[in-house]
């Protein structure tokens, strides 16, 4: 276990210097964009010297480096600034925001997981039957749908035709019904299929039949034998995808005006609201850092393989 | 004169693939006495690791046809359903596998994965890690307390070997199938886990199918041998009358293609041509094409097994007509 914590503080280590690199980009990428968040809350008839004025109270003015250095160690005191728009401070806007990004996010993964992994190990045991195929074909065709379209066709055919779910916003948990959809479908082909090509590739595997030959029964080969092996990977997708799901909201939450992070992010860059930018992106960069790590070490606690590596690269 | 544990009678096997019906077993009839090592001898693709997972019963039944009858102890194998076959797989009939390398799942310790099979006899937990101790001792594996807490990836081939057979014979099963046990080893391991089966085979009275291509394992360990070829068993007889009377040409040719040390000559004889493909319907005997001596009766009828001398059974029309 002393490797693990090893691998643990090496891979945290690792992980700072991601989010520092992620956040110096981001700090560019926002230099460089046209306009200037100045320009887009005064009118053209505010002074120059107000203009100015203004640059220096926001230390739009400094050099990026030393914007960046203010930025961090302000960062590092738990102060994101304030926005430039509505002057709320930041890190009030991201707690209001933040439950309701979980909320939806965190119960679109879930929900995803928890139907996709059945579903995967279905279509491997019924490998090339009629269910097997339906099951893929149904999965990757919603996956080829567009989230924006497919949520746009929910809130038609439920909220506007049939009138029974809310269309937008949130008014307890009916209105999370067809931002979760709009989730969840899209997304089920790739672990459904992940569990299956896994599941089907571990039965193919000799010790399976080892498994059968010492007279264990079918369902202990299964669950024991078959799952546990095959689950590995896809229990580090789980982790891999949590960030990306936060990503993947800023869609989804803008077209049911969702009160969360991902339309708080999309409306702060396009209003050029960099203070609040930079927050969310410094906690979606984060939460990736943590998410991959808990995985490489989940992956290292459930797969002694994984450990054994983890011994060779050290030495 | 010992009983038959195992009788095996027309056993056909056939799995659909994308080509048409591949018959992989073509009515094979053996029998395994109590105590004895039968050891099926052919090429890779004869059927004989086909026919070990058929007495098993571990073929998928979606994708293949069986027919004829696995008699074991009177019971016929390819009529027990799942729930009975559980029964007897490991503790009346256990099987080893070709690769040691694959055949331990990689996630559990090697002790724990032969703590397993024990503890499906309801044995209490602290006498059946006792017992995998044990068990790890008699396959002659140095340090059995250690032993227990490795994972396979970190044993060697030959150690991983061990631990199958041991955790296979643990639950002192009647018959053990063992599938190229040795193929993926080192030679000089290979003589030791070939001398580990045959020790412990005495020692629990258990009757081994040996599948190999070797005829140097046979030599080593086999009482009586079939010789299998593309699906077909062509000769049966206990290793001297195989050894020193070969009848079939095929056993003939796989005699004078070994490798001997005595022989100066530099080239090793090989037998011309390669395995009739399996999905077409062959007619007549399926050696003939290669079969140096082959007569228009063998494109014709296929041949009865005919008892030549006593216990020695041949299938084959030139051996008919000399007689």
Same mark, same amino acid.
């Given at each position: $276990?002393?490797?693990l914590?090893?691998y643990? %503080?090496?891979?945290? *280590?690792?992980?700072?210097?991601?989010v520092?690199?992620?956040t110096?980009?981001?700090f560019?990428?926002?230099? $460089?964009?046209?306009g200037?968040? %100045?320009q887009?809350?005064? +009118?053209p008839?505010v002074?120059?010297e107000k203009?100015? @004025?203004?640059?220096e109270?926001w230390g739009?003015?400094?050099? *990026?480096?030393?914007?960046?250095?203010?930025?961090?160690?302000n960062?590092?005191r738990?102060?994101?600034?304030?926005?430039i728009?509505?002057?709320?401070?930041?890190?009030d806007l991201?707690?209001?925001r933040?439950?309701?990004t979980?909320?939806?996010?965190?119960?679109?993964?879930?929900i995803?997981y928890?139907?996709?992994?059945p579903?995967g190990?279905?279509a491997a045991?019924k490998k090339?039957?009629?269910?097997?195929?339906?099951l893929? =074909?149904i999965?990757?065709?919603f996956?080829?749908i567009p989230d924006?379209w497919? /949520?746009?066709?929910?809130?038609i055919?439920?909220?506007?035709?049939?009138k029974?779910l809310?269309v937008?916003g949130y008014?307890g948990?009916?209105?999370?019904?067809?931002?979760l959809?709009?989730?969840?479908?899209?997304?089920?082909? +790739? %672990?459904?299929?992940?569990t299956?090509?896994?599941?089907? @590739?571990? *039965?193919?595997?000799?010790?399976?039949s080892?498994?059968?030959?010492k007279?264990?029964?079918?369902?202990?080969?299964?669950?024991?034998?078959?799952?546990?092996?095959?689950?590995?990977?896809?229990?580090?997708?789980?982790?891999?995808?949590?960030?990306?799901? =936060? /990503?993947?909201?800023v869609?989804? @939450?803008s077209i049911?005006?969702?009160? /969360? $992070? /991902?339309?708080?992010?999309w409306?702060?860059? +396009?209003?050029?609201d960099?203070?609040?930018?930079?927050?969310? *992106?410094?906690i979606?960069?984060?939460?990736?850092?943590t998410?991959?790590t808990?995985?490489? =070490?989940?992956?290292?606690?459930l797969?002694?393989? =994984?450990?054994?590596?983890?011994?060779? @690269?050290?030495t | 004169?010992e009983?038959?544990l195992i009788?095996?009678n027309?056993?056909?096997?056939?799995f659909n693939t994308?080509?048409?019906?591949?018959?992989?077993?073509?009515?094979?009839?053996?029998n395994?006495?109590e105590?004895?090592?039968? &050891?099926?001898v052919?090429?890779?693709?004869?059927g004989?690791?086909?026919?070990a997972?058929a007495?098993?019963n #571990?073929?998928?039944?979606?994708?293949?046809?069986?027919?004829?009858?696995?008699?074991?102890?009177?019971?016929d194998?390819?009529? #027990?359903?799942e729930?009975?076959?559980?029964?007897i797989?490991?503790k009346?009939?256990?099987?080893?596998?070709?690769?040691?390398?694959?055949?331990l799942?990689p996630i559990?310790?090697?002790g724990?994965?032969?703590?397993?099979a024990?503890a499906?006899?309801?044995v209490?937990?602290?006498?059946?890690?006792n017992?995998?101790i044990?068990?790890?001792k008699?396959?002659? #594996?140095s340090d059995?307390?250690?032993?227990?807490?490795?994972?396979?990836?970190?044993l060697?081939?030959?150690?991983?070997?061990r631990v199958?057979?041991?955790?296979m014979l643990?639950?002192?099963?009647?018959?053990?199938? &063992?599938?190229?046990p040795t193929?993926a080893?080192?030679?000089?391991?290979?003589s030791q886990?070939l !001398?580990?089966?045959k020790?412990?085979?005495?020692k629990?009275?258990?009757?081994?199918?040996v599948?190999?291509h !070797?005829?140097?394992?046979?030599?080593e360990i &086999? !009482?009586?041998?079939?010789v299998?070829y593309?699906?077909?068993?062509?000769e049966?007889?206990?290793?001297?009358q195989i050894?020193e009377?070969?009848?079939?040409?095929y056993?003939q040719?796989?005699?004078k293609?070994?490798?001997r040390?005595?022989k100066?000559?530099?080239r090793?004889q090989t037998?011309?041509?390669?395995?009739?493909?399996?999905?077409?319907?062959?007619?007549g005997?399926r050696?003939n094409?290669?079969?140096?001596?082959? #007569?228009?009766?063998?494109?014709?009828?296929?041949?009865e097994?005919?008892?030549?001398?006593?216990?020695?059974?041949?299938?084959c029309?030139?051996?008919?007509?000399?007689?």
């Amino acid at each position: $276990m002393n490797d693990l914590l090893e691998y643990t %503080i090496r891979r945290l *280590i690792q992980g700072i210097f991601v989010v520092i690199v992620v956040t110096a980009i981001l700090f560019i990428i926002m230099q $460089m964009m046209p306009g200037d968040p %100045i320009q887009l809350i005064s +009118s053209p008839r505010v002074s120059q010297e107000k203009i100015d @004025e203004l640059k220096e109270l926001w230390g739009l003015d400094k050099p *990026i480096l030393v914007q960046y250095f203010y930025w961090i160690s302000n960062l590092l005191r738990g102060d994101f600034g304030r926005s430039i728009t509505t002057g709320q401070k930041v890190i009030d806007l991201l707690k209001s925001r933040l439950p309701y990004t979980l909320m939806l996010s965190g119960s679109a993964l879930l929900i995803n997981y928890i139907i996709a992994i059945p579903l995967g190990l279905l279509a491997a045991y019924k490998k090339d039957t009629i269910l097997d195929k339906v099951l893929v =074909i149904i999965t990757v065709i919603f996956r080829a749908i567009p989230d924006f379209w497919l /949520g746009i066709l929910l809130i038609i055919i439920f909220s506007v035709s049939l009138k029974l779910l809310p269309v937008s916003g949130y008014s307890g948990l009916e209105s999370l019904v067809l931002p979760l959809l709009t989730m969840t479908l899209p997304y089920l082909a +790739s %672990i459904l299929r992940l569990t299956r090509s896994e599941v089907l @590739e571990v *039965i193919r595997e000799k010790h399976v039949s080892t498994a059968y030959a010492k007279g264990l029964k079918m369902k202990v080969v299964l669950i024991k034998h078959i799952l546990r092996n095959a689950l590995i990977p896809v229990t580090v997708m789980f982790f891999l995808s949590f960030p990306w799901l =936060i /990503g993947g909201s800023v869609i989804v @939450e803008s077209i049911f005006a969702w009160p /969360g $992070m /991902g339309r708080l992010l999309w409306k702060a860059i +396009s209003t050029q609201d960099f203070p609040i930018v930079q927050g969310i *992106i410094f906690i979606i960069a984060l939460l990736t850092v943590t998410c991959n790590t808990a995985g490489d =070490i989940l992956t290292a606690f459930l797969d002694p393989r =994984i450990r054994a590596e983890m011994k060779g @690269e050290r030495t | 004169m010992e009983k038959d544990l195992i009788k095996v009678n027309n056993l056909s096997i056939k799995f659909n693939t994308k080509l048409g019906y591949v018959s992989a077993v073509d009515d094979i009839s053996f029998n395994i006495k109590e105590k004895e090592i039968f &050891a099926l001898v052919g090429e890779s693709g004869s059927g004989k690791s086909t026919t070990a997972y058929a007495l098993m019963n #571990l073929i998928n039944a979606r994708n293949s046809i069986k027919k004829g009858e696995i008699l074991f102890k009177g019971k016929d194998i390819l009529k #027990l359903n799942e729930r009975e076959m559980t029964k007897i797989r490991g503790k009346e009939i256990a099987m080893i596998f070709q690769n040691p390398l694959d055949s331990l799942n990689p996630i559990y310790t090697a002790g724990s994965q032969v703590y397993e099979a024990i503890a499906l006899d309801k044995v209490e937990k602290r006498e059946a890690w006792n017992r995998v101790i044990n068990i790890f001792k008699e396959v002659r #594996l140095s340090d059995p307390e250690q032993r227990i807490k490795s994972y396979p990836h970190e044993l060697s081939g030959g150690m991983r070997q061990r631990v199958m057979i041991g955790m296979m014979l643990s639950r002192r099963p009647e018959l053990l199938i &063992a599938d190229e046990p040795t193929t993926a080893l080192d030679v000089t391991i290979q003589s030791q886990i070939l !001398d580990i089966i045959k020790e412990l085979k005495s020692k629990f009275n258990t009757s081994v199918l040996v599948i190999t291509h !070797d005829f140097g394992i046979v030599a080593e360990i &086999a !009482d009586r041998v079939g010789v299998m070829y593309a699906g077909k068993i062509l000769e049966i007889g206990d290793v001297y009358q195989i050894f020193e009377n070969p009848l079939h040409p095929y056993t003939q040719l796989l005699m004078k293609s070994l490798p001997r040390i005595t022989k100066k000559e530099g080239r090793l004889q090989t037998i011309e041509g390669s395995v009739p493909n399996l999905t077409d319907d062959i007619k007549g005997c399926r050696f003939n094409n290669r079969c140096p001596y082959s #007569l228009d009766a063998c494109k014709g009828e296929d041949s009865e097994m005919l008892e030549i001398e006593k216990g020695h059974y041949v299938a084959c029309h030139l051996v008919v007509k000399e007689k």
